[in-house]
């Protein structure tokens, strides 16, 4: 079947460390990934997406690499700040399918 | 922002009671989908849409039934609530399924039910 799997949370980081939130899948089709964000309050919005093999996604300092190798997709920064603390969300979808599948979701918190 | 409005926003209802959520789209959209979101599970996928009165089933979907009558709304009803359902509840759209398309998703519902 169509599952991803991502690292459990929460994390907690000072600020400008390194982030990495690690996510691998099963795909019955050829999957686009994704990552989303939840800020406090909200509903998710898209990070960043990748949909085929060695592409990488990017978008405000995160980045990913759609590892088909090793059916990865992991999210890192550089960098992180205070207003990176969120929710995040690995995703997919397939080319024969009709719906998202999310991952449980990883709880980054970022302290000055 | 994709124009989905979810509403309520928040609702307190008693066990047993029939609960409807409404999901609004502007964007004419084919897919809608509804999802609740809990401690531990991240987002649990109850039922979607692909059209209007076209609807199937997520992994979640005992206690819950949707319906479509109008490419712009999607309702989820909880015919008689039961505490397991208090949950955050999202709408989420989406043009097509495919590498080109991202889902958008609503504000959420908070749902108590008591």
């Known amino acids: 079947g169509n599952s991803v799997t991502q690292m459990e949370g929460p994390v907690t980081l000072s600020e400008e460390a390194f982030l990495t939130i690690n996510c691998t899948y099963t795909a019955t089709g050829y999957p686009s990934l994704f990552w989303y964000v939840q800020y406090p309050g909200e509903g998710l919005q898209l990070l960043l997406k990748?949909?085929?093999?060695?592409d990488k996604g990017s978008n405000k300092g995160f980045e990913a690499t759609y590892r088909k190798e090793t059916t990865s997709f992991h999210l890192e920064k550089g960098s992180v700040q205070v207003s990176d603390s969120a929710v995040y969300f690995c995703?997919?979808?397939?080319?024969?399918?009709?719906?998202?599948?999310f991952g449980t979701g990883t709880s980054l918190t970022v302290i000055p | 922002d994709a124009g989905i409005t979810q509403s309520p926003r928040h609702k307190v209802t008693e066990t047993g009671t029939p609960v409807t959520l409404r999901c609004h789209q502007t964007e004419n959209h084919r897919y809608m989908y509804w999802y609740r979101q809990d401690p531990g599970h991240g987002l649990r996928l109850i039922h979607y849409s692909y059209g209007v009165k076209d609807t199937d089933k997520g992994e979640v979907s005992d206690g819950y039934s949707v319906s479509r009558s109008k490419t712009e709304d999607f309702l989820l009803t909880l015919e008689s609530a039961t505490s397991s359902q208090t949950s955050v509840y999202f709408c989420?759209?989406?043009?097509?399924?495919?590498?080109?398309?991202?889902?958008?998703f609503g504000q959420g519902t908070r749902l108590t039910v008591v």
């Open positions: 995703a997919l979808t397939v080319n024969t399918g009709n719906q998202f599948y």
């Open positions: 989420a759209i989406s043009e097509e399924v495919s590498e080109n398309t991202e889902a958008f």
């Open positions: 990748a949909t085929k093999a060695d």
